[in-house]
């Protein structure tokens, strides 16, 4: 079953930016005898280096996927990443003018309802949930601010303005054995959702906040794609900007079944003499309040007392009345 349509579900664009002098970028979509493949590339080492390894990338996961059907898509995607770093690392063996160039990437595979995806490095994978109308990211960047991120050690806000935003800890091309990170289950999308591959060209210029109000507009893909591109030229383009948005037109499922990967509100850090404070506050209110019941139970008391008192005697009195009136 087709759950996407190549002629109009898809966007597709990549653009130098206002700075770099060549685009590193590289993406590629196209159906395949697994399934349609998208894929997106941000190469490193220099223009001419960082434009080659990302092209071998793409073109070898293309032709992985091309050649030969697979029955485990999640093994399938990690072999073709595997066979792809490969290529990069031979093209250096042969060159050693290409020495340093490396690619981040994202893979996705949309294969009958099922979308299965892959990544290495800060390029992100994003799910827009029409149903929730949310922006999820799908993946976790390979860096080093994601990983202070993960520690608790800096937020979100801080990491998008992090002077080591840029440094990853995995792309393709750097050693010989690289552990992709792969799906564990496939994302089970519904009808309007939108996928969304893209290199840190867009992500460090747009938020997703931005991303998000423009994927709940009632605008076309090709709309949506372009106008954030143009956002992230307008910021500033420091860098290649390369992005795929894929939207779901036919899907049997209900309801979207994915695992985000969006970072929890970090909680506020309460130091020991915070906590004391805390403590104190907590035994003085506990205090005041007992304080503050104790007289009113009193006073309960002694009311309910003054009561039974005054109605004794009225008993009293009425029955001494009764007996002297009997005695006459």
Not at 205 to 223: G, R
Not at 261 to 281: I, Q, T, Y
Request: proline fraction near 2%; glycine fraction near 6%; charge should be negative.
């Amino acid at each position: 079953m087709n759950i996407i349509d190549l002629n109009k579900d898809v966007c597709s664009l990549t653009d130098t930016g206002l700075v770099r002098k060549a685009n590193e970028d590289n993406c590629s979509f196209q159906e395949t005898i697994n399934g349609f493949l998208f894929v997106v590339c941000d190469g490193m080492g220099g223009h001419v280096a960082g434009a080659k390894a990302s092209s071998i990338a793409v073109n070898n996961i293309v032709e992985f996927f091309s050649k030969e059907k697979y029955t485990n898509i999640k093994q399938a995607l990690e072999d073709a990443i595997t066979s792809a770093n490969l290529q990069i690392l031979y093209a250096v063996a042969e060159n050693s003018e290409l020495k340093g160039m490396g690619t981040t990437v994202c893979v996705v595979l949309v294969n009958d309802a099922q979308v299965w995806f892959a990544h290495v490095g800060d390029s992100r994978i994003y799910l827009y949930n029409n149903q929730q109308q949310r922006l999820y990211r799908l993946t976790k960047d390979h860096s080093i601010v994601q990983s202070l991120v993960d520690s608790g050690e800096i937020t979100e806000a801080e990491a998008e303005k992090h002077p080591q935003r840029n440094r990853i800890l995995k792309a393709l091309g750097m050693k010989s054995v690289l552990q992709a990170t792969v799906c564990d289950m496939p994302l089970l999308p519904v009808t309007g959702d939108v996928i969304l591959l893209c290199t840190d060209g867009l992500t460090c210029m747009v938020s997703d906040a931005t991303l998000l109000q423009i994927l709940k507009e009632n605008t076309t893909i090709q709309e949506k794609g372009e106008q954030m591109l143009s956002l992230a030229i307008k910021a500033g383009g420091i860098d290649n900007v390369t992005l795929q948005l894929v939207q779901v037109s036919n899907s049997p499922h209900q309801q979207s079944v994915f695992e985000s990967k969006n970072v929890p509100p970090r909680e506020p850090v309460v130091n020991e003499n915070e906590k004391a404070e805390m403590v104190n506050n907590d035994n003085e209110k506990n205090d005041n309040e007992n304080k503050e019941n104790v007289p009113i139970e009193k006073k309960k008391r002694k009311k309910s007392w003054i009561i039974f008192l005054i109605l004794g005697l009225v008993l009293i009195a009425v029955g001494a009345f009764l007996v002297k009136n009997y005695l006459l």
